[in-house]
């Protein structure tokens, strides 16, 4: 059964050295900090009625600290993750030192149920990684967006 829910996101490329890089974001908080597909592209959820790709630029300010650049953004269309949530995505070509990132942060009740908050980053680190190794690190789903950049960029 499908949350409903849907996000917009927004994959930084880079051509390094012949190759292609992607820009992938690890989750922040202590429920992915030990998980193996603690990353994901920079994305946000957004309402009916908001534009997508507005979103998709805020929220990548928001979890990275820069602006995406300028420029045409490429459509890679939809994917649906296995919680049912539905991701539209864009690419565009830019560049960014990841040790310069930062992101917005927000109130999570650690432990669960125990009326403790602490302030938690939304992402806690950004890296650059060729598509494939970006592909066996974010959500499962979201390995085939890479997929579709690296083939409308051969």
Not at 36 to 47: A, F, H, L, M, N
Not at 79 to 92: E, M, N, T
Not at 128 to 136: I, K, L, R, Y
Request: contains cysteine; aromatic residues 8%; charged residues 30%.
């Amino acid at each position: 059964m499908g949350s409903g829910k849907t996000s917009a996101g927004l994959i930084l490329y880079r051509r390094r050295e012949g190759r292609i890089e992607v820009l992938i974001a690890h989750m922040g908080g202590p429920l992915w900090a030990k998980r193996k597909r603690g990353w994901s592209i920079p994305k946000g959820e957004y309402d009916e009625g908001e534009e997508p790709l507005a979103c998709a630029r805020r929220e990548f300010e928001e979890e990275t600290g820069f602006a995406p650049p300028a420029g045409d953004p490429i459509d890679l269309g939809e994917i649906v993750q296995k919680s049912g949530k539905r991701v539209r995505a864009w690419a565009i070509e830019g560049d960014l030192d990841p040790d310069l990132a930062h992101s917005n942060t927000f109130q999570l009740e650690w432990p669960p149920r125990s009326g403790r908050f602490v302030e938690t980053p939304e992402v806690d680190r950004v890296e650059w990684f060729t598509p494939d190794a970006a592909g066996e690190r974010v959500i499962e789903a979201q390995a085939e967006l890479f997929d579709r950049l690296a083939g409308l960029l051969d």
